[in-house]
């Protein structure tokens, strides 16, 4: 089974990604965490296919987790989701970011977007 992580520092945003892709769950194994550090840990143990990850959040934003995300899986499809279409965070994040949607994000193109990503997940995304 493939599998997503979720990484948002709000935490109705994550319950919302959980209940609109609550339909995936017999295709995704699905994790979703609050803190961006945490979510650095859950990785150093686990392998994931996609992360999604808000790009504005404390601590450490969505750039600076992707970037690290790339380096210690390359392999691992990375999503940037965010309200904020804030230039300098979003080219910080360029080079680790291979698909950008903006929040509100309808469930249907988020879907779509995670289909597409773990159809090619078969191929290194380096």
Known sequence: MQRVLFVDDEPFLL????RMLRG??????MSFIEDPVEALEF????????VVSDMRMPRVDGAQLLNRVREIHPETARLGLS????SSL???GLGSIHQYLSKPCESDRLVKG???MLAASARPWM
């Open 15 to 18: 319950s919302g990604l959980r």
């Open 24 to 29: 995936q769950r017999k295709c995704w194994e």
């Open 43 to 50: 990785l150093e143990r686990e392998k994931v296919d996609v």
């Open 83 to 86: 309200g904020f279409s804030e």
């Open 90 to 92: 979003l080219l910080r």
């Open 114 to 116: 995670l289909e597409s």
